[in-house]
Each structure stands twice: as structure tokens, then as C-alpha cells.
């Protein structure tokens, strides 16, 4: 681990209460340039194209799955539903990569340092996306599907591991002024890749039409499915050298060294203690046990120890497992709202169903996911977190119920505009803020792995409502799922006021203070 030096003690100074002074970071040239935090300069630019692509690849690769089953189907079980275990495997092989992901590249980005990790996780992404792209057609349908779903974990583990890097990227380089504004632009490459997606599905599908619906060579939609998989790699490729040249953020520099100075001066203040070098009546650090150094892990554990640290962790882990259950549930099985709506592809040619669901699904897309992504950006900087988040999960919460309780009875307008408001509020609301909160409220040296573990708690969250999500459709119906969709958003709300306003607020000047106060302790 590198050994940097220590904060300037004006962190020392402030009260936890106020927004301190940011840590420069190498955007601080432009902490007061007078633009709203939504313009950006071409630094900020620059940072955001590097980090977002990560999401775009997140949405691109998770949300494509659902229309590469499809097409699955016409290549290899003549268009006859998935085996039903195997089918769940492809769908959730990403998300529990993501969990694996999250844990792995969030510890070693506070342990070994950002620049040593990022871009490994996009090289993994690489990786998966070729290999999968190259399974042998031979080999038939169910071999095939255990070769995608084996490939999409290790896919998920790269992504995953975007989520703490990107965040932990972001958050060090940005200035408190603008930093929740760069964090949820980041974020949104999530809806844009998700929106490209379809967009690239429908282009490529429109390009096979000929063979596929008139000449009725269905069995090229092989090739549509390995090409729509691979266009991802032009996004990968194009910043992967960006990525692993980027160096060292100093915010990570100096709170490495500010530890480690308070580190090596409370064992000094020790040694003056056990050798009487220390009046009775001077102030004195409070010696408990001898200071030794401690693996990442240690000093982790020690730190959420504290209840007013461990209760933040336990808030953002769980606001995203809620999140998470209601956002994919419904995300991961959108045949449930496209049949309301009417591109479910149900009816015509094998070409025609594919294409309806690759339109539905933009719909979707376009109306919900893109619009709340943007709201937040330019709002989150003037609201704050803490009241999108109760906001977002209160509104997704309310058109849950709506759509719970007028199921059966909602025409198929009222259906697309409930639909597509839930979609806004979870967008301009928790399923933006749960990634942004954990970037902005921990300290620079935890900031990776705290962020890692709460968004691995979401992706567990994700897994169980995906794999759950049909059998429990099947028992209890639909209605009564998003009834339980319901609750967990009310649960989340509850859970966000353990959290405090993170806006303007620096958690490293708060750490030193704390520190600080600790060694001084008469």
C-alpha cells in the first residue's frame, strides 16, 4: 500500500455538522467557477466518459439477456420456452457475478489502492462478452445455455466490480460542489445503455428481416444475438486504455497518509506515556492497547463497530437489497408488463414477435428509465439525497400499488403511463441515490469496500427477486408480488432516515476530526 501524508489539519478544525473543505482531488480549479453543478468542464467530462461506461455495459449486458433468451428459443428449442432452470441460470449468471464482483474489486481498491485494480474489471468484461459470443453452435441448445450462463457470472463479477471502482473513481476526483451531480451522471449510463440495447436490437433484427421473415431462415437469428452481444466490445475497448492509465486519485493519496500519520503519532504519544516523558497534567492520547498495523479488513471492522458508523453501512446495504428486489424483479421479467401492454410477441412470424419485444422493451426504456436518471442530475445537488431517496421510494411505492391493486382492470394506456411513472420515481429516486449515497458518505480509505458490500446486499436483493419472481407469480399471481414490490418500498424509505443529508459534506475531514478528538482524550 502506498504511504502517503497527512490531511491539512483545517479538517481538524471544522465541526462534523458543517459541509468542510474539500480534499483537492484534481477537479478543485473548478469548485467555484459559478455554472450550475450539472455543467460540466471538460475534466468532468473527460472522468465521465472513462467511469460510465462501466454502467452502460451494466445495463447493455443485464437487460439484453431478456431479448437474447428470445431468440434462444427460435435457435435451438424451435420457439418453445427455455428449460426453466436453465433459463433462470443465464438470467441471473450476471447478477451473481456482480455480488462476487462487488466484494473483490471493492476490497482491493481500498487495500491495494484505485490505480493498482481499475480497468481489470473492464478486461473481465472482455473477456466474457467474446467468449460468450464464441460458444459453438453444435454443441446444441442446453450446452449452449450452461456455456452463456457460466460466462455472464464471470461477465457480472467485471461488472460488479465497476460499481465501488466507478463510484470510488468518481467520488475521490470530484469536488463536494458537483460531486453527487457526476455520480448520478455516471449512474445514468445505466439507462442509456439499456435504451441502446433495444435500439441495437431492432437495427440488427431490421437487417436480418429479409432472411429471417421472407425467406424464413429463422435459424439466422443466431447471428443477430451474437452480433447484438458483441457490439458492447466497441463501448469496452474504447476505454480500457483510459482506465488503466489513469493514475492515482490524490484524495486517496492523502487519507492513506493521514491515517497512517495518526497511526505512527498515537504510538508515539504511547511511548511517551509508558516512559514519563508525559506530565500527569498534560493532555495525552487515551491508551488502551499498543497500536499495531492492521490488514484493511481489521480496521474496517473496527470502524463499523461504532454504531454511528455501522449504522450508516447497515442503511445503504439495505435501502439497495429493498431497492433491488422491487427494480429487477419487475425489470428482469418485463414479459409480465409487455403482455399489458401489448408487445409481449404473442402473435406473427418469428421475426415479428422478436422485434415487438425489443420495441416494448424501448418503450419502456425511453418513457421511464431515461427521464429519472436526468431529473436527478440536475436536482440532486438542490434537493440532496436523503429527500429523493424517501421521495422516489414513497411515489414507486404508491404506483406499485396502483398497479397491484388495478391489475386486471387497468386499460392498456393507464397501464403504459402508471408503469412508466414508476419507472421515473425508482430513476429519479433510490435506485439512483443507492448507488450515489455510498460514494459520498464514507471516508476516502473505506469508501470502495463499503461501497462494494452495499451494492453486492443489492444484487442479492436482485438474485433472490429474479429467481422468485415466477414461481411466485405462479402461486400467489402477480398482484400479489408487487404488493410484496410495495412493501419493500416502504421499508426502504423507513431505512433512509437512519442516513444522514450527505450534500456538501466531507466524510474524511469528519474521520480526522473524530480521530483527532480520540487522541486528545484527557
Known amino acids: ?38 455543467a460540466l468542464n471538460i475534466a468532468e467530462a473527460k472522468l465521465l466518459g472513462i467511469a460510465g461506461v462501466g454502467f452502460f455495459l451494466d445495463a447493455y449486458d443485464l437487460f439484453i439477456i431478456n431479448q437474447v433468451t428470445t431468440m434462444l428459443q427460435y435457435r435451438y428449442f424451435g420457439g418453445q420456452s427455455l428449460p426453466a432452470g436453465l433459463e433462470g441460470f443465464v438470467k441471473a449468471g450476471a447478477n451473481i457475478g456482480s455480488v462476487i464482483g462487488q466484494f473483490l474489486f471493492g476490497y482491493l481498491a481500498s487495500s491495494l489502492g484505485r490505480k493498482a485494480v481499475y480497468g481489470k474489471e473492464l478486461m473481465l468484461i472482455i473477456f466474457a462478452t467474446i467468449i460468450t459470443i464464441s460458444v459453438p453452435a453444435y454443441l446444441g441448445g442446453n450446452h449452449v445455455l450452461v456455456w452463456i450462463g457460466v460466462m455472464r457470472i464471470i461477465l457480472g463479477i467485471g461488472v460488479g466490480g465497476d460499481y465501488p471502482m466507478s463510484a470510488s473513481i468518481t467520488g475521490d476526483r470530484a469536488t463536494l460542489r458537483k460531486r453527487g451531480t457526476l455520480l448520478a451522471y455516471i449512474f445514468s449510463f445505466q439507462g442509456w445503455g439499456s435504451f441502446v440495447g433495444s435500439l441495437v436490437t431492432m437495427a440488427v433484427l431490421g437487417a436480418f428481416k429479409h432472411v429471417m421473415d421472407d425467406k ?40 492513506q497518509k493521514a491515517h497512517e500519520a495518526s497511526t505512527l503519532s498515537l504510538e508515539k504519544d504511547i511511548e511517551k506515556v509508558n516512559s514519563g516523558s508525559i506530565s500527569e497534567d498534560e493532555p495525552k492520547a487515551e ?15 473496527q470502524y463499523y463497530s461504532e454504531w454511528r458508523h455501522g449504522k450508516i453501512l447497515i442503511a445503504t446495504a439495505g435501502c439497495w437489497f429493498l431497492l433491488d428486489i422491487a427494480f429487477y424483479g419487475i425489470n428482469l421479467n418485463q414479459s409480465v408488463v409487455l403482455q399489458q401492454i401489448g408487445f409481449d410477441g404473442k402473435t406473427g412470424t418469428a421475426w415479428n414477435k422478436m422485434f415487438k419485444i425489443a420495441t416494448g422493451n424501448l418503450i419502456i426504456t425511453a418513457l421511464g428509465f431515461v427521464p429519472g436518471y436526468y431529473v436527478t442530475v440536475l436536482t440532486i445537488e438542490y434537493l440532496g439525497r436523503k429527500w ?43 435506485n439512483s441515490t443507492t448507488y450515489i ?49 410495495f412493501g419493500c418500498c416502504l421499508a426502504g424509505a423507513a431505512l433512509t432516515t437512519l442516513l444522514p443529508e450527505v450534500k456538501r459534506r466531507d466524510p474524511d475531514a469528519i474521520e480526522e476530526e473524530e480521530r483527532h478528538e480520540a487522541r486528545h482524550i484527557s
Not at 389 to 403: K, P, R, S, V
Request: net charge positive; with cysteine.
Open 437 to 485: 449515497y455510498p460514494a459520498e458518505v464514507f471516508p476516502t480509505r473505506f469508501r470502495a469496500s463499503a461501497h462494494g458490500i452495499s451494492a453486492a446486499s443489492g444484487k442479492a436483493g436482485a438474485i433472490i427477486s429474479s429467481l422468485a419472481f415466477n414461481s411466485l407469480t405462479k402461486k400467489i399471481g402477480t398482484p400479489a408480488v408487487l404488493w410484496i414490490f
Open 388 to 430: 429523493i431517496q424517501i421521495q422516489g421510494f414513497l411515489m414507486a411505492a404508491l404506483f406499485l400499488g396502483i398497479l397491484a391493486g388495478k391489475f386486471h382492470t387497468l386499460g392498456t394506456v393507464p397501464f403504459v403511463v402508471c408503469f412508466a411513472l414508476l419507472q421515473f420515481f425508482f430513476n429519479f429516486g433510490a
Open 216 to 255: 424464413g431462415e429463422t435459424y439466422k437469428v443466431d447471428a443477430v444475438w451474437r452480433i447484438v452481444v458483441g457490439l458492447s466490445l466497441v463501448p469496452a475497448f474504447g476505454t480500457l486504455y483510459q482506465r488503466l492509465t489513469l493514475p492515482e486519485s490524490k484524495r486517496f493519496i492523502e487519507s
Open 1 to 38: 500500500m502506498d504511504r502517503p501524508t497527512t490531511f491539512s489539519m483545517a479538517f481538524v478544525s471544522q465541526s462534523s455538522a458543517e459541509a468542510p473543505t474539500t480534499v483537492r482531488g484534481g477537479l478543485e480549479d473548478y469548485e467555484n467557477d459559478g455554472k450550475p453543478p450539472f
Open 287 to 301: 491508551v488502551v492497547a499498543p497500536v499495531v498495523k492492521k490488514a484493511h479488513w481489521r480496521e474496517f471492522i
